[in-house]
Nanobody
Framework: QFQVVESGGGLVQPGGSLRLSCVAS????????IGWFRQAPGKEREGIIC????????LDTESAKGRFTISRDNAKNTVYLQMDSLKPEDTAVYYC???????????????????WGQGTQVTVSS
């Protein structure tokens, strides 16, 4: 049974940092990809950044550039999203999702991902 579980959301002040974690289970070791996505109220879900577990290659989007970074720990089947210089417009529910083989890994968009977590709320406010 494929599963991903996010954690680490919360309330942070503008300019602050937060690190989200995504633990994957049920996937073939190294043969999957993980993406981070977010959905703000009234907006569509959008991709942030995605990583292929086998080689660490990433797919960035405009939402990620300059402030968000992704990393992985294959031994722990865990992917991290480090978010720095957070802004109020970053407020959203953040999701991680897994892509199972055959891996497309061409774009970091929700439609390419198969297994979704429940989401974790990130609120940026003073």
């Amino acid at each position: 049974q494929f599963q991903v579980v996010e954690s680490g959301g919360g309330l942070v002040q503008p300019g602050g940092s937060l690190r989200l974690s995504c633990v994957a289970s049920g996937f073939i070791q190294g043969y999957y990809a993980i993406g981070w996505f977010r959905q703000a109220p009234g907006k569509e879900r959008e991709g942030i950044i995605c990583i292929r577990m086998s080689d660490g290659n990433t797919l960035d989007t405009e939402s990620a550039k300059g402030r968000f970074t992704i990393s992985r720990d294959n031994a722990k089947n865990t992917v991290y999203l480090q978010m720095d210089s957070l802004k109020p417009e970053d407020t959203a529910v953040y999701y991680c999702a897994g892509q199972i083989p055959p891996l497309l890994f061409k774009t970091c968009v929700p439609a390419e991902y198969d297994v979704w977590g429940q989401g974790t709320q990130v609120t940026v406010s003073s």
